[in-house]
């Protein structure tokens, strides 16, 4: 797969969580507000932002390491940047 096809999947990715996190917010201000949709939304969400997180990683880890010169810094700083997105 090339760049532009996984910018493109991480892209819809993106989008999808955008799309769970606006009809959670419409949830908010309706009357008659379904508390386990929005329940179920929100766990979606927050899954759908944990597979993202992932993928992007997978994706990019191999790409971030191959561009840089000093590798051991480079993987020091990647496994920072891990830690600190999973670290929840």
Known sequence: MNADEIRKQLTNRIHRIKGQLDAIEKGLYKE??????????????SQALKKFGEAYVQEYMERCFSEKKSTAI?????RKAIKAAFSL
């Open 74 to 78: 480079v993987q020091s700083n990647v």
């Open 32 to 45: 008659d507000e379904d508390c386990e949709k929005t329940l179920l939304l929100l766990k979606a969400s």
